[in-house]
Structure formats: structure tokens, C-alpha cells
């Protein structure tokens, strides 16, 4: 199951959260969505000057509905250091990352941008029903700065984690959203399997090289958090038991 079905199934109209837009594989189809109001946050200029532009094609103007932010989130407010690795010349921006400078890989040369840091909580949004985070290994600390909201909201997630943009990231991630009442689960042999059975040493193995691109077979990385007071009803909702057929 892809982030995008996982959300359409579970689709409460409110306001859904794309964190690490990027050109917007996810956030227009989230704005299509009957009743949505759509906050994406996008760092990196490049790919937010996409995202503007990829809105406009689809809608013709960024809709009304529609709000971007320039910044990071994190657990703190600041600033820091977003760096992209480049292989031959070209910036590989699905890798960058606050979280990391790449300094210990001689194969890649890298770009930076010094960019505003927010927190999720200081925007007090009251009524967040879902979000998609893909911080490449700045995970921990943007649900850090997400507690008082995940507390109040009651969101359901998506959140892409890697080791290989943060050793222990499998473990710490849902051990922090299991302290905030969140259940996590992952796609894999045709079902919803829960996390428990997750192992990060069969299931996610690959180089923290951005010129290394050999992986594990399978390779998972999307896993879905659903408030434990609302878990049953949605695992056996119709509509996810429709996407899931």
C-alpha cells in the first residue's frame, strides 16, 4: 500500500500535513481530497519553486486551500544546515537533509543552505486529521516539535523512515509516537502487518552512500501510525478494506 492509498482510504476532511513536499507527488492529490485544507512544507528553494509551479499547472493558481511554508520543522526553533549530496554534478535533492552533512562520504561532493526552522506546534492548527512526513532522518526531531498537536488532533501518519539516513530511526521514531498513543504498522506479503514484526536487519538493509544503490529484498521504509483509540474502527473501515483488496 502507497502513502497516497493509505490516506485516501483514511481521508477525514480536515487539514492534512505534506512534511518534505518536494515537487508534490502527494500534496495535490491531498488537495483533491473532498473537504481538505493542505499545509505543505518544503525547505529546499528548488523544490519548493516546483511545488509552486507543479500547484499552478494543476489548479491553475496555488489554491486557496493550499498554504506552503519555506521552513523546516523540528523540535526546536532556529535555523540549521539543509545539505544536498551531489554525484556527478547533479544534486541529489530526494537525499537532503538537516539531519546529516554527508562529510564522511568522499563520493559525493555537496551543495548547503542555511534555512528558518519552526515548529509544528507553533502554528497551532486545531484540526489536523492526517500527515506525511519524509524528513530523511529528521524525523525525531519534527515529531518532537509535533506533540502538543499529534496530543490534541489525533492525525493518522504516514512517515518515511531509513536506517541509512539515521541508525536506530526504525526504533526510536515509533517509540516516541507509541508515547503519544499511536499504534504503527507497514505494508508488506500483501497485508498490514503490525511493527512488531518488523525487522530492520532483513527488511531495511542499504547503503548511507548516496553513490551506493544496491538494497534488501524487500526493502520497507513507509510505516502508518494510527491513534490506538482509533486503530479497530479504521483497520476495518471499508474503505481501507477496499484499497486493501
Known amino acids: 500500500m502507497e502513502e497516497l492509498e493509505f490516506h485516501r482510504a483514511l481521508h477525514r476532511p480536515g487539514t492534512l500535513l505534506d512534511i518534505g513536499a518536494h515537487d508534490g507527488l502527494l500534496t495535490i492529490p491531498l488537495a483533491r481530497l473532498p473537504g481538505s485544507r493542505v499545509h505543505g512544507f518544503e525547505p529546499l528553494p528548488t523544490a519548493m519553486a516546483r511545488l509552486r509551479a507543479a500547484l499552478i499547472a494543476a489548479f491553475g493558481e496555488v489554491p486557496a486551500h493550499v498554504t506552503l511554508h519555506p521552513e523546516a520543522l523540528g523540535a526546536a526553533p532556529g ?15 530526494q537525499w ?106 532483513t527488511m531495511q538493509v542499504a547503503s548511507p552512500d548516496p553513490a551506493i544503490f544496491a538494497a534488501s529484498d524487500p526493502y520497507i521504509f513507509s510505516f502508518f501510525f494510527l491513534p490506538v483509540e482509533l486503530a479497530a474502527g479504521m483497520l476495518t473501515s471499508d474503505r481501507l478494506n477496499a484499497t486493501l483488496r
Open 96 to 201: 537532503a537533509s538537516i539531519s546529516k552533512d554527508y562529510a564522511e562520504h568522499r563520493s559525493v561532493t555537496t551543495q548547503a543552505f542555511r534555512v528558518p526552522v519552526i515548529t509544528l506546534d507553533s502554528l497551532a492548527l486545531q484540526d489536523v486529521t492526517a500527515i506525511k512526513l519524509d524528513a530523511e532522518g529528521a524525523e525525531q526531531e519534527v515529531l518532537q516539535g509535533a506533540c502538543a498537536t499529534l496530543t490534541r488532533c489525533r492525525p493518522v501518519l504516514s512517515v518515511e523512515i531509513e536506517e541509512r539516513h539515521r541508525q536506530g530511526s526504525t526504533r526510536d521514531v515509533p517509540a516516541l509516537l507509541a508515547s503519544l498513543g499511536y499504534e504503527g504498522w507497514y505494508w508488506h506479503a500483501g497485508g498490514l502487518q503490525p511493527l512488531s514484526r518488523f525487522d530492520a536487519a
Open 79 to 93: 535555523e540549521a544546515m539543509l545539505t544536498l549530496p551531489v554525484l556527478g554534478g547533479v544534486a541529489q535533492e
